[in-house]
Nanobody, 124 residues
Framework: QVQLVESGGGLVQAGGSLRLSCAASGLTFSRYTMGWFRQAPGKEREFVAG????????YYGASVKGRFTISRDNAKNTVYLQMNSLKPEDTAVYYC?????????????????WGQGTQVTVSS
């Protein structure tokens, strides 16, 4: 079965950096657009970043543009999220997701598979 497993979350001070990874199995990774979403307590799930199948197109949510970078390694079936200049408002559970369509979109409902999430906490 399809599995997406996130790692790399943790506690970091404001201004710091973290790198999240999402390892995929059970699917042909290079045929899926990948996305990162996040959800803070009491808030709706929010689109963070997306990357096309080949990695040539990326798309970011407004709140993270210029601070976060999404990338992928199709040989390793892994997508990454480099997070720099972290702010307390970035605190959330971060999820990766896979979409079989070849268009990067920010709507969570189009994604077919989801990971369990990894907690990121940014202290002030």
């Amino acid at each position: 079965q399809v599995q997406l497993v996130e790692s790399g979350g943790g506690l970091v001070q404001a201004g710091g950096s973290l790198r999240l990874s999402c390892a995929a199995s059970g699917l042909t990774f290079s045929r899926y657009t990948m996305g990162w979403f996040r959800q803070a307590p009491g808030k709706e799930r929010e689109f963070v970043a997306g990357i096309s199948r080949g990695g040539g197109n990326t798309y970011y949510g407004a709140s993270v543009k210029g601070r976060f970078t999404i990338s992928r390694d199709n040989a390793k079936n892994t997508v990454y999220l480099q997070m720099n200049s972290l702010k307390p408002e970035d605190t959330a559970v971060y999820y990766c997701a896979a979409d079989r369509m070849n268009t990067v979109v920010d709507a969570s409902y189009v994604y077919d598979y989801w990971g369990q999430g990894t907690q990121v906490t940014v202290s002030s």
